[in-house]
């Protein structure tokens, strides 16, 4: 029997290695759908709610794996679906592979049913856009767009009309006009070494320095050992872009934690004080974070050409690979005798666990949500995947969740999107079935899609070695992260009409899907709620009724800024009272640290 174009594209990915393609049919794609029907279930389709959680699971997927994700959805608005995922790769620079599909060739430039131009669509979003007209042109169309999304670290798209996936595959011939396309086969990562004469420039630039300061992003990953060294070397404190949350451990006495609007005193006082300042591997976009210009002299290393010396004014810009880079730099390096700038650093993060402990412990009404975090701080395992969604919830991930051991954490770090924290916890759970889950999630991203996906962990529950995936529901029916900013940063009160959120029991809703849930509404409930979730044999969900007035303060924030914010809530904030009471309680156990 002949194959078709769809079983050749399903066999091409196998070959690609690919175990799982995240999407949603349509008669776009029913070529291919068909096509995986055939394929005994390898690679699998796991289908989501909704085309764009496809994307997000992809993204998560390559995230946590380290390896290119598929994602596939139909022509029309099944493709522009799949876009705010495919965003949420390209700015954090993960390879997903989208495979499309498209009205039939011969209706095409008819104004056809679901016909947009899908090239102009993608043509931003993607590095590598190709739409397939003859059978001959897949195996360089699905090698290519494999081999460009894992090399530039990026989505690509591949788009199939319809009437294709069905005809007879040919393989390209030996001829005029033809393009092969050699074997599928393993990509070894970039092993980029600057110039030598460059190196050593960085290498005095950060012997001169005194007070040395690091800041590292997902681009250290596979250079933790070497940043740990170079670290010793210098005496220097080690900041974490969020992206780069987990590739360093909490418990390392001279990491300051998150830097930003959503980082640590710390972090803070670190790029404050420094007089020398390492990059490596972040693009981190804010410059108000870092050391005022002139301040420092600055190094920054990176795999990517374009986004190096566009942050701070960096002196030796190292473009290359941050493991090779550190390894070559740190010989070069001399280790400083005077410790009392680490030391003052570790004083510092000290002081900054403390006070976090503090404030997390504070009463709220009903519940405190720094202290959801630090109760799971407590208690989560060391080979625990987090995810976390886009919202004041994300401060609380981003703050209070002390990584050790083998975790590893992510977000939507660049685009910021409302909604991938449970579709990156199913990616994950696919890329490490053998692990446990755990997203955090504010109940605005459960409204808008992390509800319809309990029923895709309700499906897919018995694929993974271990069942455990905890959705914690940081329920508050606040659009909490918007009203704050409203507050601090448009001086205006909450309004009620576009922020407050319909109340649902979000555990009644799981246990309807099929899923174990536990409802917390007090701060006794909370560690053993804990407990019971990272214990259960299957996925849980966490709902915690939280109170919306517990402020996201920033690490640089003064009493002056804050009787700004008093000033803009009485102007008609609706629990204006309480607010102001949460925030004082808050800020006063930054200044308890300090006696």
């Known amino acids: 029997m002949a194959q078709q174009v769809g079983d050749y594209v399903v066999r091409r990915l196998r070959e690609w290695g690919v175990e799982q393609v995240f999407g949603y049919p349509g008669d776009g794609i029913n070529g291919l759908i068909a096509a995986f029907g055939r394929a005994d279930d390898n690679p699998a389709f796991i289908q989501a709610r909704h085309e764009e959680m496809s994307a997000f699971e992809a993204t998560g997927y390559a995230k946590f794996s380290g390896n290119a994700a598929v994602c596939t959805a139909t022509s029309g608005p099944g493709a522009i679906h799949l876009l705010n995922g495919l965003y949420d790769a390209k700015l954090d620079h993960v390879p997903v592979v989208a495979i499309v599909g498209q009205t039939a060739r011969s209706a095409m430039g008819g104004s056809y049913q679901q016909e947009v131009n899908l090239q102009n669509l993608f043509q931003d979003v993607a590095d590598y856009v190709v739409e397939v007209n003859v059978a001959s042109q897949l195996p360089n169309a699905l090698d290519r767009a494999f081999r460009v999304a894992i090399t530039r670290r990026a989505p690509t798209a591949v788009i199939i009309p319809s009437d294709l996936q069905e005809e ?122 870092l050391p005022e210009f002139g301040q420092a002299r600055a190094v920054q290393i990176d795999i990517d050409g374009t986004m190096i010396g566009m942050r701070y004014p960096t002196e030796v810009n190292l473009v290359g690979d941050a493991k090779s880079t550190l390894a070559e730099l740190i010989p070069l390096i001399r280790r400083k005798t005077d410790r009392s700038w680490r030391e003052a650093v570790e004083k510092n993060v000290v002081r900054w666990w403390e006070t976090l402990e503090r404030q997390s412990m504070v009463d709220a009404r009903p519940l405190n949500p720094m202290r959801v975090v630090w109760e799971l701080s407590e208690r989560i395992p060391e080979n625990a995947i987090v995810t976390a969604d886009s919202g004041s919830s994300t401060n609380w991930y981003a703050r209070c969740l002390r990584f050790h051991g083998r975790m590893r954490g992510s977000l939507s770090g660049t685009l910021a999107t409302m909604g991938p924290g449970v579709p990156y916890a199913i990616g994950a759970k696919f890329a490490h079935p053998d692990r446990p889950a755990i997203a955090l999630v504010g109940d605005g991203a459960m409204q808008m899609n992390g509800l319809a996906e309990l029923l895709t962990i309700a499906r897919y529950r018995d694929r993974w070695a271990d069942p455990r995936l905890v959705v914690c529901v940081f329920h508050n029916n606040d659009l909490n992260q918007v009203t704050w900013e409203l507050r601090a940063m448009g001086g205006a009160p909450k309004f009620e009409e576009s922020q407050s959120l319909p109340d649902v029991s979000y555990a009644e809703v799981a246990r309807v899907m099929g899923l174990a849930a536990i409802t917390v509404e007090s701060a006794d409930e909370l560690g053993p709620a804990w407990d019971s979730a990272l214990h259960a044999d299957g996925p849980v969900l966490l709902d915690v009724k939280c109170d919306p007035e517990v402020p996201p303060i920033p690490p640089h924030a003064t009493w002056e800024q804050m009787k700004d914010t008093v000033e803009a809530v009485l102007r008609g904030d609706p629990d204006a009272r309480h607010f102001i009471a949460q925030g004082v309680k808050a800020k006063a156990q930054e200044f308890m640290r300090r006696s």
């Open 168 to 289: 007879e595959y040919e393989p390209p011939e030996h001829a005029f006009k033809q393009v092969p396309s050699s074997p599928p086969g393993a990509l070894p990562p970039a092993q980029v070494i600057p110039d030598r004469d460059e190196i050593r420039r960085a290498a005095e630039i950060l012997d001169a320095g005194s007070r040395v300061a690091i800041l590292i992003g997902q681009g250290a990953r596979s250079a933790a050992e070497e940043v740990v060294e170079i670290a010793d070397r210098t005496g220097a404190g080690v900041a974490k872009a969020l992206l780069g949350k987990d590739v360093l451990p909490d418990d390392l006495p001279f990491v300051t934690g998150p830097i930003g609007l959503l980082g640590s005193r710390p972090s803070y006082e670190l790029m404050r004080d420094c007089d020398t300042l390492l990059i490596v591997g972040s693009n981190f976009p804010y410059s108000q974070f």
